[in-house]
């Protein structure tokens, strides 16, 4: 168990007082960390079991990634798009190949990949498709999280992301998670994208049922309409494959990704199409000062290299087997679900037992981070460079602190 606080209360108040108080963190000040392990101010060290909402796929401070990051610092950071510089082009090949895709558009943060790609499926509905101006319409998935800006949070069904920040931008369409007939039924000749999350993350890990996407892919194909996969959350390794999209054989027209693009340590995102979607944007149609940049692109690349071994898909796909397995016996016994693939694990906590905001901080107090989503629900996420030991001594602090 964890005590002795000397610091932490004073860093928690300091935290709380000057900002904005859109978070409700746990109150753990984190001043250092290395692989799964993060050490506080106090000293004292946890496991790492949110990994950056999937930022920190391949664990804290990553060697080559540190190393990649160290030596662009020392050569080039920043030039804007005004100019090239030496670390883009690669950059750019090496994610179109691990996509499959022919072009790559850099931008930074999940919300604006997201967003771009909700104005490049436009463009390309009026200029390919040929839908009547200001017309165009985009099939989005209740239960959806694609990020916080006032387009984003238009289609959002959570409240607390969507209430008086209207107004809102027009446009999309809200169907069922899961449900296909729905889903055709909302698309007519104006629909040029199917937006979805292969797997919802925010919404609490939720898998789609089997057949779902390859059913999803079909209908955008019959009907012309592109198929947006937002894998910011789900891909790159997180599932125990390059794309979430992949355990049902489905390639999507527009990958979105973020999040552990960047290795955990600048903010990177993209979007990934063909040359057919993708190259309707013309100079001055779109852009970003700190898209792209150098030391975003070689710590990109760097991360890219690292999936291409397939190493730390195939360890998510191995330890996942073991944290799934390690769950499912909690089942009936505290626990009442769990869902996910790979190490991605999304658990409903027996609310007569607790909320999951309170599981969190118990577990916080055993020395493991987590965090809760909705109601009693918790997310695990860590990082793929955890060990066998490590999912074990998480599991068992779970079983402890749903017996306590
Ligand atoms: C699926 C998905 N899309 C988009 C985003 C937004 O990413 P960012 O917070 O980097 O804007 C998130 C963040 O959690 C996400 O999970």
């Known amino acids: 168990m964890i005590k002795d606080e000397v610091r932490t209360p004073t860093a928690v108040r300091d935290a709380q007082r000057w900002t904005a108080h859109s978070y409700n963190p746990l109150p753990v000040v984190i001043s250092s960390a290395e692989g799964a392990w993060v050490t506080d101010v106090d000293g004292r060290r946890y496991l790492d079991c949110l990994a950056g909402y999937s930022a920190l796929n391949f664990g804290h401070r990553h060697p080559r990634l540190v190393e990649a990051a160290h030596a662009q610092l020392d050569r080039l950071t920043l ?41 490049v499926a436009r463009k390309w509905g009026y200029q390919v498709k040929g839908v009547a101006a200001e017309q165009a319409n985009i099939v989005v998935a209740e239960g959806n999280f694609h990020g916080r800006t006032t387009t984003i949070i238009s289609f959002s069904t959570d409240e607390d992301a969507r209430a008086d920040f209207g107004p809102y931008t027009p446009g999309f369409r809200l169907v069922a998670y899961g449900d296909l007939a729905a889903l055709t039924a909302a698309i007519d000749e104006n629909t040029v994208a199917v937006l979805l999350e292969p797997i919802q993350g925010e919404q609490g890990v939720i898998v789609p049922p089997a057949g779902y996407l390859p059913d999803v892919r079909r209908v955008c194909t019959d009907q012309n ?180």
Not at 88 to 96: G, H, I, P, Q, V
Not at 106 to 112: F, I, K, Q, R, S
Not at 265 to 274: F, K
Request: charged share 20%; glycine share 12%; net charge negative.
């Open 225 to 404: 309409v592109l198929l947006i996969a937002d894998e910011i959350q789900s891909g790159l390794g997180r599932t125990g494959t390059t794309f979430a999209c992949e355990h049902e054989a489905v390639v999507p027209d527009m990958y979105l990704l973020g999040k552990a693009l960047g290795g955990g340590i600048v903010p990177v995102s993209a979007v990934v199409a063909d040359a057919d979607v993708l190259g309707v944007l013309q100079p001055g149609q779109h852009g970003s000062t700190f898209g792209g940049n150098p030391l975003a692109a070689a710590v990109a690349t760097e991360v890219v290299r690292l999936l291409a071994t397939g190493e730390f898909q195939r360890r998510s796909a191995e330890l996942g087997a073991r944290l799934h397995a390690g769950l499912r016996a909690l089942v009936g016994k505290g626990l009442l679900a769990v869902r996910g693939r790979g190490l991605w694990a999304g658990l409903d906590i027996d609310p007569a037992l607790m909320t999951g905001r309170a599981a969190s901080e118990r577990l916080m107090s055993r020395g493991v981070l987590a965090k809760d989503t909705h109601g009693s629900t918790i997310r695990l996420a860590p990082p793929l460079v955890i060990t066998e030991e490590e999912i074990d001594h998480a599991v068992a602090q779970l079983a402890a602190i749903l017996t306590e």
């Open 79 to 119: 030039t804007s798009r005004a100019f090239i510089h030496d670390q883009f082009a690669d950059f750019c090949r090496e994610l179109s190949q691990l996509c499959g895709k022919e072009l790559v558009l850099p931008m930074n943060t999940g919300a604006e990949a997201v967003e771009s790609g909700i104005k």
